[in-house]
């Protein structure tokens, strides 16, 4: 069964990835599924306090997964975050 999401729910997402960090991260874990913290922060040449934030947030809103290995956090992408990954990268090349 095919259920319709209430506006609330699709505010939670928009919410989700409205930052341009968010946005940024997003792109970066669609192309490097599994990345660490760490990584996003080094490919993003961001604050870590700033990242770490920023994916806790797209976690909160259920966009971005996290699976604990030892003392790593890899992040991968949920499928509400794919669709909006996709959405994104269309968007951009939009002229």
Sequence with gaps: MNRVKTTKQMERYLKGMANHHRVAIILLIAESDGITLDQI???LDANPKTIGEHTRRL????LVNKKYKGK???HTLSPYGKMFARFLKSFWSVK
């Design 41 to 43: 922060i080094t490919t």
């Design 72 to 74: 790593f956090v890899e």
């Design 59 to 62: 976690y909160q809103a259920g």
